[in-house]
């Protein structure tokens, strides 16, 4: 993989992690913050369909895919509007958990690119739900 992709994917963390530091050494409210943080998560929650889309549409896909790539969007932008509190963190947490899943037994990437991919999207991923986690225990 890139080692660009890598570095991206590793500074897409620092949202994360900042906001919840932010919170404990008080420099940032708990409820401003906590809206930075599901917010940013959603956008990039809705990122992740993006590889499904390319991937149905690539290799000609008719089959439940091409829907898929739409439905980490949707579900974050109905969190949003729906849910708050540990709910809105758990919904959020177990979507990431389930699109990588489904990534990781969908995706007709070459081998060379979807074993990085995958590697690289469990750790983001675990990274991603500790921090949920330690959301709703802040």
């Not at 660009?4 to 940032?28: E, H, R």
């Not at 091409?66 to 979507?95: E, K, N, R």
């Amino acid at each position: 993989m890139h080692t660009n992709a890598k570095l991206l994917g590793y500074l897409g963390l620092l949202p994360f992690i900042t906001i919840p530091l932010l919170i404990m050494t008080d420099q940032l409210f708990y409820f401003e913050g906590f809206e930075f943080f599901v917010q940013y998560s959603a956008i990039i929650l809705s990122f992740f369909g993006g590889i499904h889309w390319l991937d149905a549409l690539q290799n000609r896909r008719k089959n439940h895919q091409l829907y898929m790539a739409m439905l980490p969007s949707i579900v974050a932008w109905l969190s949003l509007i729906f849910l708050s509190g540990d709910t809105l963190l758990s919904v959020l947490s177990i979507t990431y958990i389930g699109v990588l899943m489904y990534d990781k037994y969908v995706l007709a990437l070459e081998r060379d690119i979807l074993i990085p991919y995958t590697q690289l999207r469990m750790i983001l991923t675990t990274v991603v739900v500790v921090t949920h986690l330690f959301m709703a225990y802040l």
